[in-house]
């Protein structure tokens, strides 16, 4: 029983270290986005979430969290693609993410702090 328990610990654990994509903050992203390393940002929230919070200025709104077209992602699969949702609890982002990394690229983000932190550091938004 016990070699079964630590077994499914393993196999736990090596799902989450694959996840695709990094964690950033809003800060991180800030300074992401003033650097000359070309960066998209991709808001995985739902219309009603964007009505309310906003977007990030300039970021391209996905139609789903998970069942994107990735035509809607750049052609270089080495850009600096950066997702977010709604707040820390919110894994939309999460799921947008791994659909990217699915699809081949490799330079990927997560903005832990989703449009609520943004905000709330005082960075701008715009209205979609």
């Given at each position: ?15 989450f ?13 800030a300074?992401m986005?003033?650097e ?8 995985a ?5 964007r009505?309310?919070e ?5 970021a ?7 069942k994107?077209?990735?035509?809607v992602?750049p052609t270089?699969?080495?850009t ?11 894994t ?12 081949g690229?490799?330079n990927l983000?997560?903005?832990s702090d ?9 960075q701008k938004?715009?209205m979609?």
């Amino acid at each position: 029983m016990k070699k079964f328990l630590f077994s499914a610990f393993i196999v736990g654990t090596s799902v989450f270290a694959s996840d695709p994509f990094k964690l950033v903050k809003t800060a991180e992203l800030a300074t992401m986005l003033s650097e000359k390393t070309p960066t998209q940002v991709f808001d995985a929230n739902g219309e009603k979430v964007r009505k309310e919070e906003g977007i990030i200025p300039g970021a391209k709104l996905l139609a789903s969290s998970s069942k994107y077209d990735t035509k809607v992602l750049p052609t270089d699969k080495a850009t600096r693609l950066v997702f977010y949702c709604y707040n820390e609890a919110c894994t939309a982002s999460h799921s947008a993410a791994k659909r990217a990394g699915e699809a081949g690229y490799k330079n990927l983000y997560v903005l832990s702090d989703g449009i609520t932190g943004w905000k709330q550091a005082g960075q701008k938004t715009a209205m979609p």
